[in-house]
């Protein structure tokens, strides 16, 4: 059968501050949904949280992009802001950048990755989601997954997948899109994935089958308001097993942290830590980044999990390292390379800094 996936996120309130959801915002959540369940226009539902970012996974048989299906993701983030309101969460709503559901949730501030698929015989989904990071936070990951040799075995020892995988590379900033193929174009690749606060992977292909076997949100907050109003806290789905990369080499690229923008009020460099969705809840100055990965298999379209992925002794030298590579960045303070190079904070609260010194710069003699 063919089957969609949406994973729909929304930062619609923190407890406390920006350290973590609320429980009541969850169970609100899962209320709403419940009735969509019931009514079949979900086939399955699952509610979790990544962080201050309520996480809505669900399956349905109507494609990408429709109209109901986002809907229903507003609305339920619409609801759980009014509770937010009542629980004084701070910034209740921030990630709802408009007034009304206009037909599509792109664009409105939430995040969506969403993939329509035939469903295999045995369907293996991770769901990867970030807190207090941006949406190229995907980049490496996913070049290491379904590019790198080093990472995953079966690009070398795998006959289906010889043939390697086309990427989807979005420009955000330009509003533009092109395709690479690896193994071929790496390089050409790599120039634009290594600029992730401009480049974004957006999906990934396998080069013979056309199957898709990724798909990342990469919604940027900041462009769409105009202003800093959060972080992009991405998400992304990704198949596993056949002719895609097995659990473990999916999971690998994180048992050694990266350094990613965002945590603290968006202007910092930090280390992405891989953490249960228990231990998802960034608190040492506002991060460090957080990541979570839920394991699923679909069945008819049913949800059978999650299992909690991170939530493994293995990961415990990643984290280990997170928090030293988290020292070491904070040692510099307000100074750059912690800091975002002034051409990266336009976003931020930075430009209020500078019109406020604006007329103090004097021309040099």
Known sequence: MRVTISVIKADIGG??????????????ARDYLVDA??????????????????????????GEEDEKIHRLAWDTFVEGTKLAKKLKLHGAGQDLLADSF?????????????????????????????DKTSAGSWNMPLYKMFADPFNTIGLVIAPNMHAGYSFEV?????????????????????VFLGAPSRYVVKAIYHRETKNIGAVSSTQKLSLIAGKYVGKDDPVCIVRCQGEFPAVGEALEPFASPILVEGWMR???MGPLMPVSVADSTPSRFDGPPRVVALGFQLAEGRLVGPRDMFDDKAFNLARHQAN?????????????????????????????????LSKRFEPLE
């Open 266 to 268: 968006g202007s910092h």
């Open 15 to 28: 407890y406390v501050g920006h350290s973590e959801s609320h429980p009541d915002i969850i169970s609100c």
């Open 170 to 190: 979005h420009d955000v900033k330009e509003h533009k899109k092109i395709l690479f193929h690896a193994p071929d174009e790496l390089y050409d690749m790599l």
């Open 37 to 62: 369940k019931k009514t079949k226009l979900l086939i399955d539902y699952y509610v979790t949280k990544c962080g201050d970012d309520l996480q809505l996974i669900m399956t349905h048989q109507r």
């Open 102 to 130: 206009s037909g599509n949730i792109k664009g409105m501030g939430p995040g969506v990755a969403e993939m329509e698929f035939e469903e295999r015989e045995a369907e293996t989904i991770l769901i990867f989601m970030a």
């Open 324 to 356: 030293e590579m988290a020292d070491l960045m904070r040692r510099h303070g307000p100074f750059e390379p912690h800091r975002l190079p002034l051409d990266e904070m336009e976003y931020t609260t930075l430009p209020g800094v500078m019109k406020k």
